[in-house]
């Protein structure tokens, strides 16, 4: 770390604890690491809620302490709902240059993350103008930049539960007032609720102004990955971990190594990835037919997890050791919308941090999974 970053009020304790195993808490904790599925909202620390909250005059049900309910997320529609909350209270410049300063460094370089692309969802800030948001994003990116060296790009969320009209206005701002930083857009909220074939429109407008597309599957049939390849053009998927129920898709999908950016924890806890049981069967089949798979936090303190925690899980879950654990990170380079000279800069800092890293025993696998 460079310089002292500005801590957030605490974050809350993990939602699902592994056992103590201080040989891979010292490795997880020093892999280098590259966040490509990571929300400015998700990333806020329920203290900084409650102090951005009273700073508004916005009513909260709970205190810091219980902001975040990681069970009940097992329902999305729960989950989206204390999501809206939390963007409702980030509403000036200072607020979006706060939260994202504190998402980049306490969220991320205090976990080894090198680089991250933050998905920022406008319409989560409602009555918000984009260019404020902008505004105050950047800031917060150029502070953390200085005073950790973290490097971080934009990506711009539509929100699927609304119309395609209103993901084409959102491409329309995001062209109107384009600056480098942003580099791409993404579709999130409730897939069931707005089939990816609803944006094409948007995602073409985005194509032709130059940006970089990804999207959100979590639990649409695997033909939804197909609509993401051929009709709105992305290069990579967010979560897709039903793409392993088709193996046609998925051999398609390993041959044009299209990275799929799984977020474990969040993904247990939602159901996305299997049965809630910890396992993270999905995830350990689709490393084994071959994808190209990163490994990232989602809505870290919402979930009760960070970015180490979420690679500390899987070693637990799966044995996976020091060299697997990093190729997720390998991955993530490849899959980073970094151009090339970027992205031998980030391979360059990632092998000299993995080299500083420390090897551990696997820890023993639990019954079920050996
Ligand atoms: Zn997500």
Redesign the pocket.
């Known amino acids: 770390m460079i310089a002292t970053a500005r801590r957030p009020p605490g974050y809350p304790p993990h939602s699902r604890p592994v056992p103590a195993d201080p040989a891979v808490d010292a490795m997880v904790a020093a892999l280098p690491k590259v966040s490509l599925?990571c929300?400015l909202i998700g990333t806020v620390a329920p203290g900084t809620v409650v102090e951005l909250a009273a700073k508004h005059g916005v009513p909260l049900e709970r205190g810091a302490e219980d902001l975040y309910d990681h069970d009940s997320y097992e329902d999305l529609g729960e989950f989206l709902r204390v999501l809206d909350v939390v963007g409702s209270v980030i509403r000036d410049a200072d607020d979006f240059s706060r939260v994202t300063y504190e998402s980049l460094t306490a969220g991320g370089t205090d976990h080894g993350v090198l680089y991250r692309e933050l998905?920022l969802s406008p319409p989560g800030h409602p009555g918000v103008p984009y260019p404020r948001i902008l505004e105050g994003v950047l800031a917060g990116l150029r502070d953390a930049r200085t005073d950790t060296g973290i490097d971080a790009r934009l990506v711009i969320g539509i929100n699927r539960e609304r119309s395609g009209g209103a993901a084409v206005e959102l491409v329309e701002q995001v062209v109107e007032h384009r600056v480098d930083e942003v580099v791409g857009i993404g579709l999130?909220y409730a897939e069931v609720n707005g089939p990816p074939g609803r944006f094409v429109e948007a995602y073409r407008l985005a194509a032709r102004a130059g940006l970089q597309r990804t999207a959100?599957s979590e639990s649409g049939p695997p033909r939804h990955v197909l609509t993401l390849l051929d009709e709105l053009g992305c290069s990579r998927v967010?979560?897709g971990y039903h793409v392993v129920d088709d193996p046609e898709i998925t051999a398609r999908c390993v041959a044009e190594r299209i990275p799929f950016t799984c977020?474990p924890v969040s993904s247990d806890i939602g159901r996305y990835s299997g049965s809630g049981d910890g396992t993270h069967a999905r995830i350990r089949q689709m490393v084994d037919a071959g994808l190209c798979v990163t490994i990232d936090s989602?809505?870290p303190p919402m979930f009760g997890t960070d970015a180490t925690h979420d690679l500390r899980v899987l070693a637990h879950a799966l044995g996976y050791r020091r060299d697997q654990l990093a190729a997720f990170t390998t991955n993530a380079i490849d899959a980073c919308w970094l151009d090339e000279t970027g992205k031998a800069e980030l391979r360059r800092r990632a092998a000299a941090a993995l080299a500083a890293t420390p090897d551990a025993p696997p820890p023993a696998l639990p019954e079920e999974t050996r």
């Open positions: 599925h929300h998905h999130d959100h967010d979560h977020t989602d809505d």
